[in-house]
């Protein structure tokens, strides 16, 4: 089964890439973090399957397929559950959250090579979604509402978030604590995929800080500070640090 990969980070491709070479079925013939370039190299080489992150360097993955004639089935692979219903209704095969946890994307795709025929797009729901989320770029601040007042923070300057019977604190790298009355799970859909990890239910990391990972299930941050890491989130840890040896 002739895969194409979209993706424009490339620690994430490269892990995709080894989740890839796993399923010996699989067979890569061409990656991209263009739409420009991904528009003409689908078209050469007919894959039969397309992975494809949403946001592409210049532009979004909606807008490429809604210019593109294929037949190929498409597993969207993001860390914005926003978009989900826009792909499940374009025809999308499949639509994967980030981190991705390796024994969910090989059910995935076996599921997908098990399947008799492929399929083509609504076309008129892509374009549809290639329209309303053109121009959207990567959250880069985020607005905090504590008790008393609204703090904007730099995303790279989150360490990592924890979450508490319904609230969430953030740790910030000039050492300072806000608390907000929201789950952890609503910043983990602004927050940007390619920089945070959820290591664990209650705690959200950004990749930057983590200074160890200690196998027996934790993490030590630039700050001092020891995360756990659960026992369902350490494959998921080891990838991660695998991709970026």
């Not at 946001?55 to 089935?73: H, I, V």
């Not at 390796?102 to 995935?108: A, H, I, L, R, Y």
């Not at 000039?174 to 290591?199: A, H, N, Q």
């Not at 027996?216 to 990838?239: C, F, H």
């Amino acid at each position: 089964m002739k895969v194409y990969i979209l993706e424009d980070e490339l620690n994430i491709l490269k892990y995709i890439l080894s989740l890839v070479e796993k399923i010996p079925y699989l067979q890569v013939v061409g990656y991209s973090a263009e739409i420009s370039k991904a528009q003409i190299e689908i078209s050469k080489y007919q894959p039969e399957l397309i992975l494809a992150d949403i946001q592409l360097k210049d532009g979004n993955s909606f807008s490429l397929l809604s210019n593109l004639e294929t037949s190929a089935y498409v597993i969207f692979i993001t860390a914005y559950n926003q978009y989900a219903i826009d792909a499940l209704n374009i025809g999308a095969f499949a639509y994967l959250l980030k981190p991705i946890d390796p024994s969910v994307f090989e059910d995935t795709i076996d599921c997908c090579y098990r399947k008799d025929q492929a399929y083509k797009f609504n076309q008129q729901q892509v374009a549809i979604a290639a329209g309303r989320y053109s121009g959207i770029t990567p959250t880069e601040r985020i607005a905090l509402k504590s008790l008393d007042f609204t703090q904007i923070v730099a995303v790279n300057d989150i360490i990592y978030c924890q979450s508490d019977k319904g609230y969430t604190t953030f740790f910030l790298r000039d050492g300072s604590k806000i608390m907000v009355s929201k789950i952890l799970k609503e910043y983990e859909s602004i927050l940007p995929e390619t920089i945070f990890i959820r290591c664990h239910q209650s705690y959200l990391a950004n990749t930057a800080y983590i200074r160890k990972y200690f196998k027996d299930g934790y993490l030590e941050m630039t700050n001092g500070d020891k995360i756990p890491v659960s026992d369902r989130k350490r494959q998921v840890m080891s990838d991660y640090i695998e991709s970026i040896s």
